[in-house]
Structure formats: structure tokens, C-alpha cells
């Protein structure tokens, strides 16, 4: 079994910054795709920002040049979010995953809300 915990959301003004991070424990033994998906009010789940096992990144157009995922090569089992100049549209339930022998692992999300 694998386990996702999320941390760092909150409440942050528009133009702040929060950083989220993502750990991940169990039966985790390389380094796998990770990435943030975030679900509006009344919205699907989209992709925020993933990053393949190779370190390449991907980039929801909405995010790009604002957001920068990144992980802790040396412990595999961290991603991190980095989140600047938000805007109010960023609000959502941020969520992180992990895609191992091509099943999908989520955490259970953290709210990010921005105050205009």
C-alpha cells in the first residue's frame, strides 16, 4: 500500500505565495511520477502540475510561470508545490498523486483558498 499526505494549504492573499508538499510512504522502492491535481467548487479534477520519473515537468497552462513542482530526488518520496502570485481562480482542494505500475495513488487533499 502506498500513502499520500498533503500539507501546507491554507489561506493566502492574491499575489502570495504557499508552498504545499507532498509525502509519500509504503511500498515505494523508485522514483515514480508524481503530481498535483486541484478540484474546484463545482468543477472536474484537473492536472495542476506533474513531474515524470525522468524530472521532466508539465504545466496546466493556468499555473505556468507561477507554479514550480519539485521533489527531493535524494528521498524519492517528496513533492513539493511552490505557489506565487495566486489568484482567487487558484482556489481549490489540491490534491497530490502518484502513478506506480500504473495505478493512480491520491491524498485526500488540502484546501487553498485566496482572499481577493
Known amino acids: 500500500q502506498v500513502q499520500l499526505v ?5 489561506l493566502a492573499q492574491a499575489g502570495g505565495s504557499l508552498r504545499l508538499s507532498c509525502a509519500a510512504s509504503g511500498n515505494i522502492f523508485s522514483i515514480h511520477p508524481m503530481g498535483w491535481y486541484r478540484q474546484a467548487p ?4 484537473e492536472l495542476v ?4 520519473s525522468s524530472g521532466s515537468t508539465n504545466y496546466a497552462d493556468s499555473v505556468k510561470g507561477r507554479f514550480a513542482i519539485s521533489r527531493d530526488s535524494a528521498r524519492r518520496t517528496m513533492v513539493y508545490l ?3 502570485s495566486l489568484k ?3 482556489i481549490a482542494v489540491y490534491y497530490c498523486n502518484m502513478i506506480i505500475l500504473g ?5 485526500q487533499g488540502i484546501q487553498v ?4
Not at 498533503?6 to 491554507?10: H, I, R
Not at 495505478?103 to 491524498?107: F, I, K, V
Open 6 to 10: 498533503e500539507s501546507g494549504g491554507g
Open 113 to 116: 483558498t485566496v482572499s481577493s
Open 42 to 45: 463545482g468543477k472536474q479534477r
Open 103 to 107: 495505478r493512480d495513488y491520491w491524498g
Open 49 to 52: 502540475a506533474s513531474m515524470a
Open 82 to 84: 511552490q505557489m506565487d
Open 88 to 90: 482567487p481562480d487558484d
